[in-house]
């Protein structure tokens, strides 16, 4: 009879990774890649409708881009850095947020009049009879 508790605490995955030093944070990038596969017409059904498909066995696939999932910047661009987005997302979000200017208004043509509309029902059955809120056919 085999030894069933080795076969269950082996990991497939290899020997564990060294713990983190105790105060340091992992500021290292997550690399992804975009890449462009061929495939048959069923298969790319399937990849439109579920947003995921398997690939098969020695299939070439061809890498459109290499970078960081984090801060989404090119793997030439970044590599031996920490990564941006670990440290500070900000530029993420189109930097500090509190410093950023304001959306600018768009200034109306000079001979343009502006004419009060009628109040309109957004809510309850006035809302839906009047066509607000239902879908459009």
């Not at 398997?54 to 070439?60: F, N, Y």
């Not at 440290?87 to 009049?113: E, F, Y």
Request: glycine share 10%; charged share 30%; net charge positive.
């Amino acid at each position: 009879m085999p030894d069933t508790k080795a076969l269950v605490d082996a990991d497939p995955e290899g020997p564990p990774e060294p713990p983190a030093e105790e105060g340091k944070a992992d500021l290292s990038h997550v690399w992804v890649v975009a890449a462009e596969i061929e495939v048959i017409p069923k298969i790319a059904k399937v990849a439109d409708y579920r947003g995921s498909f398997k690939a098969t066995e020695g299939q070439r696939i061809d890498a459109l881009e290499v970078y960081c999932k984090g801060c989404r910047r090119p793997y030439d661009e970044v590599t031996g850095q920490d990564c941006s987005a670990k440290i500070d997302n900000r530029h993420l979000i189109g930097g500090d947020q509190s410093t950023r200017a304001k959306r600018k208004i768009p200034v109306p043509p000079r001979n343009a009049r502006v004419v009060p509309g009628g109040r309109i029902q957004r809510r309850g059955i006035e809302a839906y009879v009047g066509g607000v809120s239902r879908p459009a056919r």
